[in-house]
Nanobody, 119 residues
Framework: QVQLVESGGGLVQAGASLKLSCAAS????????MAWFRQAPGKEREFVTR????????FYSNSVKGRFTISRDAAKNTVYLQMNSLKPEDTAVYYC????????????WGQGTQVTVSS
């Protein structure tokens, strides 16, 4: 099992940037896919982006492609989400999640960090 702790959320104006961090503990992330999801008030949880920890391959939802960047630091066992050109519709609680490569279910989740973008 992987323990995940997100940080870096906050209140910003539209057009600003934020960088979220997700620190993992319990095991190394080799062989895992790491992802960011978000959930806005009254809406279902939404996939944002993922990264293959071992190979570094990434995938983004259309809503954030070109604005958000996922990355990882193996030495720190940490995943990052750089968010640029933020929009009010990006307001949500952002969650970090992990799944074993080759499986489909994200089994480990962080507690979430709030991102609020004002217009």
């Amino acid at each position: 099992q992987v323990q995940l702790v997100e940080s870096g959320g906050g209140l910003v104006q539209a057009g600003a940037s934020l960088k979220l961090s997700c620190a993992a503990s319990g095991r190394t992330l080799s062989g895992y896919h790491m992802a960011w999801f978000r959930q806005a008030p009254g809406k279902e949880r939404e996939f944002v982006t993922r990264i293959n920890w071992s190979e570094g391959n990434t995938f983004y939802s259309n809503s954030v492609k070109g604005r958000f960047t996922i990355s990882r630091d193996a030495a720190k066992n940490t995943v990052y989400l750089q968010m640029n050109s933020l929009k009010p519709e990006d307001t949500a609680v952002y969650y970090c999640a992990a799944r074993i490569a080759g499986t489909y279910e994200y089994t480990d989740w962080g507690q979430g960090t709030q991102v609020t973008v004002s217009s």
